[in-house]
């Protein structure tokens, strides 16, 4: 038996079918998407599927919301740590997409903010995922325990206020790498 429906990454005109066959078989619709959501990769989530939230109540479940460590700072300079994802052989086509100069400066600008608030870059880059009221839930892809401890930290700065909000979007604007539309 299946209480809810939901969608991983279908376009708009999927999710929109679905919810039409649901419609006219008289069942539940999908009533989330789970997609690819940080501030580098924004616009299916804050123009594509906007159209839904309203009209079907649509919620998202979103990943990847460091950047694949991106947002955490971990790889300032262009520095790659032994232990991190994108050291491993079989990453190497995503370390090459996401590991460039602009993404670089991204990261880098959100640290002065994280730092005014007291809190590291990863919480920051969670809390404002949160943030987005049409977001359910963020899957973090940690693969330490003190990685889940630090993003757990984030709940607490949730909603962000609109002051930081704004700080944000004059730091980092529109900024979108939307490199894993291509994988």
């Known amino acids: 038996m299946v209480a809810y ?4 990454e279908g376009s708009t005109s ?3 079918e679905a919810q039409r066959v649901a419609d006219r078989l008289g ?4 009533v989330a998407e789970q997609t690819h959501y940080n501030l ?10 906007r159209p839904l939230y309203d009209q079907y109540g649509l919620g998202l479940t979103t990943f990847s919301p460091l ?11 262009g520095q790659v740590p032994t232990e991190s994802r994108f050291a491993v052989p079989r ?4 370390k ?4 460039k100069e602009e993404n670089l400066k991204a990261a880098e600008a959100l640290k002065p903010l994280a730092d005014e608030m007291g809190v590291s870059s990863a919480q920051l880059a969670l809390a404002w995922c949160m943030s987005n009221e049409n977001v359910s839930t963020v899957i973090s892809g940690a693969t330490r325990v003190s990685q889940v401890e630090e993003n757990l930290r984030a709940v607490k700065l949730v909603p962000l206020s609109e002051s930081m909000m704004s700080k ?6 529109s900024h979108s790498c939307n490199i894993l539309d291509r994988f």
């Open 14 to 16: 999927q999710i929109v």
């Open 40 to 49: 580098l990769h924004r616009k299916r989530v804050e123009e594509d599927l």
């Open 67 to 77: 950047a694949c460590g991106i947002l955490s700072g971990k790889y300032a300079g």
């Open 27 to 30: 069942l539940l619709g999908p």
């Open 91 to 94: 990453y190497q086509n995503l």
């Open 168 to 173: 944000v979007e004059e730091r980092l604007g």
């Open 5 to 8: 429906r939901g969608t991983s």
């Open 96 to 99: 090459e997409g996401l590991l």
